[in-house]
């Protein structure tokens, strides 16, 4: 009855709303082609200041390299950074550079007023209206804050002609400040030819939007988010066809193609390098999900013990190793393992002899122990999906069971394996397909000379050769060839899943 | 009998036990509760060496039991600065990362269960994707420090406000929410914002101490954003970090002595205490909520409920 009642209910707002995209004239019908311009320029400014490479206030070259428009804009400090000894000997007032600041903060706020119009330009005409003052405000505001940073910048090159220091301030005009003007004229033309079309239309008495763009605009931010950290970070992937060093500038002169690329399969060092790593990454993995099975035995195992307060107490305090972090195991680790840790002090006092044994710096059976360290953190915690699982069995087929004379291991094999082997089917496949992704954590952590070949995994290795040692394309490469092939594995685990249980996994 | 049912054991109905039973039991027993002691013994090992006189503990005489009482160990490392800076720091990061992941999680979680919204579907999947794939550490790296977070606090709040996977919890369980409560309000002229703030956000709550907590016990124990972007501001060191940086220097003592702060208490302290302190410190808060976190363990693991 009440599912009837909205249908008819959506259906009468659909019709309503054909009426209403019908009923609009051929004005507000060009006015809302114009303004999908007037956004997208919005758009463009909005990217255009968080680039360095699109700063227009980087009037020195003594302004940092990595400086966007919008840190210009909210910290002076990291604009002055370089700039001790030119205040200091009076190359540049510090005035100029007071400016600036605050010329690049009226940008951003230009821009927030602009994104204000765009945003009330999916409204009634009402909403357009008002959204087109703020998008001609914002639009006048930032060329206007842009003359004013062409005067900064004449301010600039007559102090240092007068101090006579102009090669070392290396006062310049970026280019991309046009980009700028473009960007808010086209803002003011879109604003003034909507304007224009729309002065006929009559407003209505409320500011009022389609829901479907209120919606859209409160998802907006997060979007905006979820695509400056996870999809923004692909622009870093052109590193790798560049000989790049951290701190520099890319210019189109340091291209070199696919070098680094044909670097991974030719270099003999590299080569070499590489397989070392991914025989850790497959060992440690492999070992991984050759164990796999552990925490369902561990669930299965539980399940019978039939005192209840000692079975929640071990499920509670097996399943803490899980909630700390592998710095924390590390010390733990060093607490029991290390020359002075618990098992010397203990062996020492019991035995009489002095024990100083380090387990921790040994190389021997690094795969072994880094996968006993995963187990001890993980198992109790991985058991619980399963000790779910087992609670939600229906007992009738336990009854039934027994009754047949079945045993204990053979309820066991029969009744309860078969009935967690999809939860273990989906979580043997996810682990397949994150063999490349052994996190770099526990492994830097429990990293020492003794060990470090063999703890070098895939991640650490990106990290090593990164952060570490600087060589910012191949650890970009690694990582590329890195992501596409976990992908890949992703792709083939779920398809695979689908083959066979005729569901997917992701 | 009843009472056996809810043990769910796949021998519930035994009643006489067998010499094989014994035996099982015997070794079932045994190896749970040494696994068992293997999770606890470690902190409690850490424990009783920060409460014991510093002379045992460095001779060595500690094992199982403390030795001459004190909090003496504490109160010397209240005295390390860069200490105190890193707990202030993580406390922060704690509280207002969880809580801004929170609010935008229930809100969007929310958000995207609305069919009406523009574009819905490009944007949903657009959130689970990145769950699946990324660009890798280093591009992730280079874009952080082109947008100016490194060497910031920001760099520890900001990316983890948009958390795809707790998103997607909310979802499912919104999509749970009967959707007539919603729609009467809809009639009664309520937007979607009083919607989300006056039904949504308190029917949800649940699902959102579940998010809340594992948010908080991420937080507190993330390292790799202070190692990799931080590193060169101890400033804004997190607690973890922190506690990394000691446990290597116990293995160059002369470096440590070196350090400033370090060196004035490491007379009065050995390396080990320090470590064990600082463990400890780091331990607590966890062990503090542990508790709570308990009864959200099945609704953190809806595992099946991830689909595009």
């Known amino acids: ?506 | 009998m009843a009472k056996n049912k809810e043990y769910n054991g796949s021998s519930g109905m035994v009643e006489s036990l067998t010499p094989g039973d014994v035996v099982f039991n015997i070794i079932n027993y045994l190896f749970f509760g040494v696994f068992t002691i293997s999770c606890i013994f470690p902190f409690y090992y850490i424990f009783i060496n920060t409460i014991s006189d510093p002379g045992y503990v460095t001779s060595g005489q500690i094992t199982l039991l403390p030795r001459g009482l004190t909090v003496q160990n504490y109160i010397s490392m209240g005295k390390v600065n860069d200490l105190w800076n890193s707990v202030l720091i993580t406390v922060a990061r704690t509280i207002l990362g969880t809580a801004l992941m929170v609010v935008v999680s229930s809100l969007a979680g929310y958000l995207v269960t609305k069919k009406e919204m523009w574009h819905r579907q490009l944007w949903y999947r657009m959130l689970v994707i990145t769950m699946y794939f990324n660009a890798g550490l280093i591009p992730w790296y280079l874009n952080m420090s082109m947008l100016g977070l490194t060497d910031s606090f920001a760099a520890y709040i900001i990316p983890g406000i948009v958390a795809p996977y707790n998103i997607i919890l909310v979802k499912t369980y919104v999509e749970s929410i009967p959707a007539e409560i919603e729609e009467s309000a809809f009639m009664d002229g309520a937007s979607y914002f009083t919607i989300y703030r006056k039904i949504i956000w308190p029917l949800s709550k649940p699902i959102l101490a579940t998010i809340a907590i594992f948010g908080a016990v991420g937080q507190w124990n993330s390292f790799q954003d202070s190692l990799i972007l931080n590193a060169n501001s101890p400033e804004l060191y997190t607690l973890q970090h922190r506690l990394y940086i000691y446990l290597n220097q116990s293995s160059n003592i002369g470096a440590m002595a070196a350090s400033g702060d370090v060196s004035e208490i490491a007379s009065q302290l050995n390396t080990k205490i320090i470590q064990y302190t600082i463990s400890m410190v780091t331990i607590i808060p966890i062990l503090c909520v542990y508790p709570f976190m308990q009864r959200y363990f099945e609704k953190g693991l809806m595992l099946g409920a991830v689909k595009g």
């Open chain 1, 1 to 506: 009855m009440a599912s009837g009642f909205v249908a008819d209910d959506k259906e009468i707002a659909k019709r309503h709303e054909q009426m209403k995209k019908s009923s609009r004239s051929l004005p507000q019908k060009i006015a809302d082609i114009v303004l999908i311009f007037s956004r997208l320029a919005v758009v463009v400014n909005v990217i255009l200041m968080f680039f360095p490479s699109f700063n227009p206030a980087r009037l020195s070259d003594l302004i940092g390299r990595n400086l966007s428009l919008f840190s210009c804009g909210v910290s002076y400090d990291s604009i002055v950074s370089n700039f001790g000894r030119a205040f200091r000997q009076g190359w540049v007032t510090e005035a100029s550079f007071h400016k600036l600041n605050i010329f690049a903060f009226l940008i951003i706020i230009s821009v927030i007023v602009m994104i204000g119009g765009a945003c009330m330009s999916l409204g009634n005409t009402k909403t357009k209206k008002y959204g087109l003052i703020a998008s001609a405000a914002g639009g006048a505001l930032e060329i206007v804050s842009l003359v004013l940073i062409r005067s900064v910048y004449d301010e600039i090159v007559f102090t240092s002609r007068e101090a006579g220091k102009l090669d070392k301030v290396l006062p310049q005009y970026p280019f991309i400040n046009y980009a700028y003007y473009a960007v808010a004229a086209v803002v003011l033309v879109c604003t003034a030819i909507t304007f224009a079309l729309l002065i006929r239309t009559p407003s209505e008495k409320n500011f009022e939007m389609d829901p479907k763009y209120t919606l859209f605009l409160m998802m907006l931010p997060i979007i905006a988010l979820a695509f400056v950290f996870s999809y923004l970070p692909l622009y870093g992937w052109r590193y790798a066809f560049f000989d790049y060093k951290a701190g520099e500038t890319l210019t189109a002169d340091k291209f070199v193609g696919l070098k680094y690329f044909l670097q991974l399969l030719q270099n003999d060092a590299t080569k070499k390098d590489i397989v070392r790593v991914l025989r850790n990454t497959f060992a440690m993995s492999g070992l991984g999900i050759l164990t796999s099975w552990v925490p369902m035995a561990f669930a299965i195992f539980l399940a019978e013990i039939k005192n209840g307060p000692f079975r929640r107490f071990v499920q509670t305090f097996t399943t803490i190793p899980n909630f700390i972090s592998w710095v924390l195991v590390y010390a733990i680790a060093i607490a029991i393992f290390n020359t002075d840790g618990f098992v010397n002090t203990f062996l020492t006092n019991v035995t009489g002899t002095v024990h100083s044994t380090n387990y921790l710096m040994s190389s021997s059976h690094a795969w072994l122990k880094m996968l006993a360290w995963g187990m001890w953190k993980g198992v109790g915690w991985s058991a619980i999906i399963y000790v779910a699982s087992i609670s939600g069995i229906d007992q009738g087929l336990y009854e039934a069971a027994t009754v047949d004379g079945a045993g204990r291991f053979a309820k066991m094999w029969y009744i309860t394996v078969p009935e967690l082997m999809p939860t273990f089917f989906v979580l043997l496949l996810m682990s397949v397909a994150n063999i490349l992704s052994n996190g770099m954590e526990q492994y830097l952590v429990f990293s020492n000379p003794m060990n470090k070949d063999a703890m070098q995994v895939l991640d650490l290795y990106v990290y090593n050769l990164g952060i570490g040692s600087g060589l910012i394309p191949l650890s970009t490469v690694i990582g590329m060839v890195k992501s596409f092939v976990s992908v890949v594995l992703l792709f083939g685990a779920n398809t695979f899943s689908k083959a066979v249980r005729g569901e997917s996994i992701v």
